[in-house]
């Protein structure tokens, strides 16, 4: 899952691609580089970041997805806000990934229920106005689990088929210190749950605190080897998707944790991107 951000500020490459021809062409790229989904999203969800109107959000990320579908690219929406994942399926999206965490309100339940579009379940708390200050755990692991399945059974109950949810640990949200490698060592147990598991680690703050020089984090766009490093990891642990920045570097990592396994991975899409994620 390659990222796009159509935002000013996103912690990574806010502004690169906050225009409509320059995000098209880079979701494009990403394709190219071997991305099965592209992820648009158009507000940042970084600590601290400026909440975004759902009509700005959407003037930012329709027209984008819109074209990519109609490129044969298979794009999934990144929002919390129902009416944006609505409009963007209504666009062309495929799926829903869904950052809102334990707050996931009732109308992106019935809309995950309504279409049947495959659901990214997120872990999160609060908001990113206030998660930083919400990592506190009895044991990271385990209420991370309970508090996705508390949010599974609402969707289960909803009427959301089990195999259209994909879960996701929420790394970098609303966890801090050590508890972002504790929930990558326990993908076993986030398996378990029963579905599709998304690794999401993309340059995130913990890789920049695990590499840091003279006390100062590493930057940024020197992350990529380490999340490539999680990413071959993750597939080797039975990962379902991994969200990345750099498409080309996690294709070969991937393909090196499958080619140890001695598997063939299944083939989302065709090169010219035709496929439905289901």
Do not use: C
Not at 196 to 215: I, N, P, Q
Request: hydrophobic content about 45%.
């Amino acid at each position: 899952m390659g990222v796009l951000n159509v935002t000013p500020d996103s912690f990574s490459d806010g502004g690169r691609h906050d225009t409509e021809a320059a995000a098209i062409e880079h979701g494009l790229r990403l394709a190219r580089e071997g991305a099965d989904i592209v992820d648009v999203g158009g507000e940042s969800t970084r600590p601290h970041s400026t909440p975004v109107a759902p009509a700005e959000e959407q003037r930012r990320v329709l027209p984008v997805i819109r074209e990519l579908s109609r490129r044969g690219v298979v794009v999934s929406v990144d929002t919390f806000h129902a009416e944006t994942a609505e409009a963007a399926l209504a666009a062309g999206a495929h799926m829903v990934n869904d950052v809102s965490g334990t707050n996931v309100s009732p109308e992106m339940v019935a809309l995950a229920a309504r279409t049947g579009a495959p659901y990214v379940l997120m872990h999160s708390r609060g908001t990113p106005a206030t998660m930083t200050s919400l990592t506190h755990y009895d044991d990271t692991v385990a209420d991370v689990l309970a508090e996705l399945t508390a949010v599974r059974e609402r969707l289960l109950t909803a009427g959301v088929r089990p195999e259209r949810l994909i879960v996701d640990p929420g790394l970098g949200f609303a966890k801090a210190g050590g508890q972002d490698w504790e929930l990558l060592r326990a993908l076993p147990r986030l398996r378990e749950l029963g579905h599709r598991v998304l690794v999401a680690a993309s340059r995130k703050r913990f890789l920049g605190a695990l590499l840091a020089e003279d006390g100062e984090p590493r930057p940024v766009t020197g992350r990529d080897g380490a999340t490539a490093a999680i990413s071959a990891l993750s597939a080797f642990g039975g990962a379902w998707a991994v969200r990345v920045h750099d498409v080309a570097g996690t294709v070969d990592a991937v393909a090196t944790a499958h080619a140890w396994l001695g598997v063939t991975p299944p083939v989302l899409r065709p090169r010219d991107h035709g496929v439905n994620p289901s």
